[in-house]
């Protein structure tokens, strides 16, 4: 069961800092998300910490020994709040960016 586990998060989180990576440094975004991506380099900061996140996680829960772990817990919450923190890069992404302020509708 483990191995199954670190064989399915692994590849996923490679994937996911090689993209993350490519929308940094090139702008460039897989073709499902091309459309709704307005920032690509925040979107490539996102998915760089959901990988790192990934990476983290399985090697918190399973790649340290278990008295590690056990003895400094926040070990295994790391990976958990990079990949919220890049799960919120990518939505923000999303978002169109500001370009000053709007005037007042009323003015």
């Given at each position: 069961m483990m191995a199954?586990?670190?064989?399915?998060?692994?590849?996923?989180?490679?994937?996911?800092?090689?993209?993350?990576?490519?929308?940094?440094?090139?702008?460039?975004?897989?073709?499902?998300?091309?459309?709704?991506?307005?920032?690509?380099?925040?979107?490539?900061?996102?998915?760089?910490?959901?990988?790192?996140?990934?990476?983290?996680?399985?090697?918190?829960?399973?790649?340290?020994?278990i008295d590690v772990v056990s003895r400094d817990p926040w070990l295994a919450f790391v990976g958990n709040f990079l990949e919220l923190i890049g799960i919120a890069l990518v939505t923000a992404s999303r978002r169109s960016p500001r370009c000053g302020r709007a005037p007042h509708p009323a003015a």
């Open positions: 199954w586990i670190m064989g399915a998060t692994v590849p996923f989180g490679v994937v996911a800092i090689a993209m993350g990576v490519a929308a940094f440094r090139t702008g460039w975004v897989i073709a499902p998300a091309r459309r709704s991506v307005r920032r690509p380099r925040v979107y490539g900061i996102g998915a760089v910490l959901v990988g790192t996140g990934l990476l983290a996680s399985v090697a918190a829960y399973f790649v340290l020994p």
